[in-house]
Nanobody
């Protein structure tokens, strides 16, 4: 049974930091490209960051470049998103996604709220 379980979402003040995790099971994690998406209320889901299966290449949305870092630990089947200098506009539900060819898996999401 494929599972992607996000954790680490929370309420944080502007300028603060959070680290999200996505624990994968039920598929060969090291074969899949992984990414983080987010969806704010009333907005479409958008790509935040992506990483290759080996972890040797990453890319980021312009809005998070220099503040967010995506990484993965293939030995632990876990994806991470380190978020620094958080802004109110980063408030959203954050989802992890696994991709291999036409096969896509999504997690259930974790809420991040940036507010004073």
């Amino acid at each position: 049974q494929v599972q992607l379980v996000e954790s680490g979402g929370n309420l944080v003040q502007p300028g603060g930091s959070l680290r999200l995790s996505c624990a994968a099971s039920g598929f060969t994690f090291s074969h899949y490209g992984m990414s983080w998406y987010r969806q704010a209320p009333g907005k479409e889901r958008e790509l935040v960051a992506a990483i290759t299966s080996a972890g040797d290449s990453t890319n980021y949305a312009d809005s998070v470049k220099g503040r967010f870092t995506i990484s993965r630990d293939n030995a632990k089947n876990t994806l991470y998103l380190q978020m620094n200098s958080l802004k109110p506009e980063d408030t959203a539900v954050y989802y992890c996604k696994a991709s291999f060819g036409l096969t896509k898996y999504w997690g259930q999401g974790t809420q991040v709220t940036v507010s004073s």
